[in-house]
């Protein structure tokens, strides 16, 4: 399930920033006594009560200004405020309602989203109370005295966020149909992939990179099994980034991924594989996520008997923190070999709700403990007493041992790698569990 998306705006120098950090629980903003110092949408994962969201942190909205950065700013906003499920508009008590609010006001209402009014800076409600309630004469609701500074009636106001946040719509059909996202920096081939496999263009495709703004599911039917595809816009390098559509890009990726079985990250066969692709696989891993990389346009690259080999070895050089992950070279244009990315698709679907039985998994245990045994410390010595599986989607497994601590990563690397000699697991991440009981026990 998508996680709801919050956007913090308003004028610049009202303290979005400083809510942003207080919500986020870190400082991720940039907090400074300037206006116009958060140039940029940044994006944290919140949790309130029992759901979590994401939250979004604006350039402050300028209505009138000419100026080139000022108005990147405006348009950047406006775009936050297009795909969010809920806006926090911030007011600043301190500097009462000025007559840009009231433009930023109208600009919500055109939006027709559901905005919770933030009157911040309220150090003592009993005091400002008379200045808080002049905000009713926004017209867009109830205003909710805060302090983003104090972290004070952040409460009330995440509970009328919350009230406003839709709840998913999934059917259950929905949420059974495996969901693969195709991702990837701009026009390495993401659309054409889904197009040429749906047989029909039902996805825009261009030669101009960041085409596809916005995450479009589309559903697949293949030798009578469903799947739903997640075309996801591109990324690219930062100091690349003209378009202030393609910053907001990052977040649809980021979401996508987390709400996929499978992540796809296609390549660019003669670009190869670049820094944003290994951030791509990185979310996917920390996630769990089923991953193959798909190396597009392999029909326009010069082959002779090595070159596969060769890229491969490429690929298991960069990615070597996710040595799992399938590798299959497809061209789009031609459809070589698209099948086989569908049928490696449902192979790590299968191996990431692949459950092993705990008889079966000790004895490989007992085995790779024989052949190769436990680290120890100032004498001490590590000993593993049982291993279970716990859960699927990443598979994930419960060790028992007399000490977690004696546990080096490179002995657990060493277990994982003995369970996918012997369950195989390609495509899907595993994650272990390190528990410490007493051997009485």
């Not at 920033?17 to 994962?45: C, H, M, Q, W």
């Not at 950065?69 to 405020?81: D, F, H, V, Y």
């Not at 099948?339 to 079966?360: C, F, P």
């Amino acid at each position: 399930m998508s996680k709801p998306v919050i956007a913090v705006v308003g004028r610049p120098n009202v303290g979005k920033s400083t809510l942003f950090n207080a919500l986020a629980g870190e400082r991720i903003s940039i907090v400074k006594d300037t206006p116009g110092v958060t140039r940029d949408r940044i994006y944290a994962d919140i949790t309130w009560l029992d759901r979590s969201y994401t939250l979004i942190d604006t350039g402050g909205i300028e209505p009138e200004s000419s100026e080139i950065i000022l108005s990147r700013m405006r348009e950047q906003a406006q775009i936050a405020i297009d795909t969010a499920d809920v806006i926090i508009f911030m007011t600043d008590v301190r500097q009462g309602l000025v007559d840009a609010d009231a433009k930023v006001a109208d600009m919500l209402r055109r939006s027709a989203k559901p905005v919770v009014l933030a009157v911040n800076k309220v150090d003592n409600f009993r005091e400002q109370s008379m200045e808080v309630y002049e905000f009713y004469n926004l017209g867009i609701g109830e205003p909710y005295p805060i302090s983003a500074e104090g972290k004070q009636g952040l409460g009330d106001l995440l509970d009328a966020v919350a009230e406003k946040c839709p709840l998913s719509g999934n059917t259950e059909e929905e949420e059974d149909t495996p969901k693969i996202a195709i991702v990837g920096k701009p026009n390495v081939g993401k659309s054409s992939i889904i197009n040429k496999l749906l047989g029909e263009n039902r996805v825009i495709v261009s030669p101009i990179a960041g085409t596809t703004r916005d995450a479009i599911d589309t559903r697949v039917k293949v030798s009578g099994k469903d799947y739903i595809f997640i075309d996801t816009a591109g990324l690219r390098r930062k100091s690349k980034i003209k378009e202030e559509l393609e910053r907001y890009s990052i977040i649809r990726t980021v979401s996508a991924v987390e709400r996929c079985d499978v992540c796809v990250i296609v390549i660019d066969a003669v670009e190869g594989v670049t820094e944003q692709d290994a951030k791509i696989a990185g979310i996917a891993h920390e996630r769990g996520k089923g991953l193959i990389i798909a190396v597009n346009k392999w029909d326009a690259v010069e082959k002779d008997n090595a070159t596969v080999k060769e890229y491969t070895r490429d690929i298991r050089n960069i990615l070597s923190f996710v040595p799992y992950a399938e590798i299959v070279f497809v061209s789009a244009l031609t459809g070589q070999r698209l099948m086989k990315l569908l049928d490696m698709v449902e192979t790590v679907l299968q191996n990431q709700t692949l459950r092993i039985a705990t008889g079966v998994l000790n004895e490989i245990l007992t085995e790779a403990v024989a052949l190769q045994q436990p680290p120890s410390d100032k004498g001490r010595r590590l000993k593993i007493f049982y291993m279970t599986q716990v859960s699927v989607k990443p598979p994930t497994f419960v060790i028992f041992v007399n000490d977690k601590k004696l546990m080096h990563f490179s002995y657990q690397r060493y277990l994982e790698n003995r369970l996918r000699e012997a369950f195989g697991f390609g495509g899907t991440a595993i994650h272990f569990i390190i528990r410490e009981r007493s051997e009485k026990q």
